[in-house]
């Protein structure tokens, strides 16, 4: 799968913005895309699909960072130990925010992290190796003050 304009990293709509996870071969990015869209089916969150899993195209455009997958996987996601599932997905999201596995910088108690993809400048959320990520991004989901660009998650 060599297709210039995308990276190596996984996408997930989460009610109107998507957030892009990014990270080493291994690190988990498919794992978390899984659990956030069953995260949805348990109630846990109002809305997530998938948008991309291993390949990601990702597009500046008018201010704002467009994800999609490659035509050739689009719908499908790896699931360790079963194989490339067909999955419902969105062909396209407005991303607000980057989540990073296995960051070498991420920190117990961070600052306000951004990523800057194609000049657009996102938040950012590192998560060290062997962490769960899940917990910290269902908290970050829910931190009313994580900016007006945030992906916001609300049960209301």
Do not use: Y
């Not at 306000?112 to 769960?132: E, H, M, N, T, Y």
């Amino acid at each position: 799968m060599n297709d210039p304009a995308s990276v190596h990293a996984c996408a997930v709509l989460l009610g109107a913005r998507a957030i892009l996870i990014r990270g080493p071969a291994g690190s988990g990015k498919s794992r978390l895309a899984l659990a956030l869209i069953q995260a949805t089916n348990a109630g846990r969150l109002p809305f997530a699909r998938l948008i991309a899993d291993d390949r990601v195209r990702l597009e500046a455009h008018h201010g704002r960072l467009l994800a999609r997958a490659p035509e050739t996987i689009a719908g499908l996601i790896e699931v360790r130990g079963l194989g490339i599932r067909r999955v419902a997905h969105e062909p396209v999201a407005v991303v607000g925010l980057v989540v990073d596995l296995a960051a070498p910088d991420s920190e117990r108690l961070p600052a306000s992290q951004k990523a800057a993809i194609d000049g657009i400048a996102l938040p950012r959320l590192a998560v060290a190796s062997g962490v769960d990520p899940l917990p910290a991004v269902l908290a970050w989901l829910a931190t009313p003050d994580a900016g007006p660009e945030a992906v916001k998650m609300s049960k209301k």
